[in-house]
């Protein structure tokens, strides 16, 4: 079993042409709204992915946040632990797509940020009922850190996703088994450069002097890097026709959590959440983006289908 603590927002996706610069005014081509944040979009994924799962987080008493409920719970998320908090808004994103896929975000974070340490400790007997628990930083750094604690006392593995980027409490780095940044995130919490493999090595170094077991470097379209205190070991992206790179991370993280929680190793892991990453980008939105288990299950057939452009 998974337990996922962290955001839910709601997307409000814009598609243009491309992403507008300070001050220029850009017509968009069309406006949805699809059900997002980081955490829930973990969850989500996880679930998909055919395992149980159970969602920690926050939303406010209002329409938007009855319709992320609705929809983790249609997806097969276990939504009971999800705290409604009386005055605040449901977290919400605009996200700005173009057409190479890139993409612009601003995060609203509304109930997100409501989310306290009593919550967690509330919802204690899930995380410790769980095998593994993934988090990230679109909520309050201490509910996180909360969290972190409990599975790690219960010897659980975590699993933390510094995303977005944000000065850790340095307290938090001990309680992770697994970080899992990007380059950008990795160059914010090293200090160090990110503009080569060698450099993503180094940086990530750092942070394992700082306690962390293991990082797992997500790089894009280059792949990512596996680093640990013995090894480095690189794992190519697979070449596929980008639509939309949003959540594309989120299910990478979830893949991984899935894979793990079958017993398999960090290797394997890996390289089955690299193949969810790849479904992923090539259709548009958050949840509605993230691949089901029987499709993952028939991706080599699927990723010959693939036309490059």
């Given at each position: 079993?998974?337990?996922?603590?962290?955001?839910?927002?709601?997307?409000?996706?814009?598609?243009?042409?491309?992403?507008?610069?300070?001050?220029?005014?850009?017509?968009?081509?069309?406006?949805?709204?699809?059900?997002?944040g980081?955490?829930?979009?973990?969850?989500?994924?996880?679930?998909?992915?055919?395992?149980?799962?159970?969602?920690?987080?926050?939303?406010?008493?209002?329409?938007?946040?009855?319709?992320?409920?609705?929809?983790l719970?249609?997806d097969?998320?276990n939504?009971?632990?999800?705290?409604?908090?009386?005055?605040k808004?449901?977290g919400?994103?605009?996200?700005i797509?173009?057409?190479?896929?890139?993409?612009?975000?601003?995060?609203?974070?509304?109930?997100?940020?409501?989310?306290?340490?009593?919550?967690v400790?509330?919802?204690?007997?899930?995380?410790?009922?769980?095998?593994?628990?993934v988090?990230?930083?679109?909520?309050?750094?201490?509910?996180?850190?909360e969290?972190?604690?409990?599975?790690?006392?219960?010897?659980?593995?975590?699993i933390?996703n510094?995303?977005?980027?944000?000065?850790?409490d340095?307290?938090?780095?001990?309680?992770?088994?697994?970080?899992?940044?990007?380059?950008t995130?990795?160059?914010?919490?090293?200090?160090?450069?990110?503009d080569?493999?060698?450099?993503?090595?180094?940086?990530?170094?750092?942070?394992?002097?700082?306690?962390?077991?293991?990082?797992?470097?997500?790089?894009?379209?280059?792949?990512?890097?596996?680093?640990?205190?013995?090894?480095?070991?690189?794992?190519?992206?697979?070449?596929?026709?980008?639509?939309?790179?949003t959540?594309?991370?989120?299910?990478?993280?979830?893949?991984?959590?899935?894979?793990?929680s079958?017993?398999?190793?960090?290797?394997?892991?890996?390289?089955?959440?690299?193949?969810?990453?790849?479904?992923?980008?090539?259709?548009?939105?958050?949840?509605?983006?993230?691949?089901?288990?029987?499709e993952?299950?028939?991706?080599?057939?699927?990723?010959?289908?693939?036309?490059?452009?």
């Amino acid at each position: 079993m998974i337990t996922v603590i962290g955001s839910l927002n709601m997307d409000l996706v814009i598609n243009t042409n491309k992403i507008p610069r300070p001050g220029e005014t850009v017509i968009g081509k069309n406006f949805k709204q699809i059900p997002g944040g980081k955490g829930a979009n973990q969850a989500d994924a996880a679930a998909k992915l055919g395992a149980q799962v159970n969602m920690i987080g926050a939303i406010g008493k209002d329409s938007i946040g009855d319709k992320l409920k609705m929809h983790l719970k249609q997806d097969g998320v276990n939504i009971q632990s999800i705290v409604e908090k009386e005055g605040k808004s449901t977290g919400v994103a605009t996200v700005i797509v173009e057409e190479s896929g890139n993409n612009a975000i601003t995060v609203i974070p509304g109930a997100n940020y409501e989310l306290q340490i009593k919550d967690v400790q509330k919802y204690r007997e899930i995380i410790i009922n769980s095998d593994i628990l993934v988090t990230q930083l679109e909520i309050p750094q201490d509910a996180v850190k909360e969290a972190l604690k409990i599975a790690k006392q219960e010897r659980k593995i975590t699993i933390l996703n510094p995303a977005p980027a944000a000065e850790l409490d340095k307290d938090i780095l001990k309680y992770v088994d697994i970080l899992t940044p990007n380059e950008t995130e990795l160059e914010y919490l090293s200090g160090h450069k990110t503009d080569t493999f060698k450099n993503v090595e180094i940086a990530g170094k750092t942070l394992l002097n700082q306690g962390i077991k293991k990082l797992v470097v997500t790089l894009g379209e280059k792949g990512c890097l596996y680093i640990c205190e013995n090894k480095t070991k690189y794992f190519p992206a697979y070449k596929v026709k980008t639509v939309d790179t949003t959540a594309a991370g989120d299910g990478f993280n979830a893949a991984l959590a899935v894979s793990l929680s079958k017993g398999e190793t960090i290797e394997e892991a890996i390289k089955f959440a690299t193949k969810v990453a790849a479904m992923t980008v090539t259709k548009e939105g958050a949840q509605i983006s993230l691949p089901l288990k029987k499709e993952v299950d028939h991706f080599e057939k699927w990723i010959h289908t693939q036309k490059l452009v």
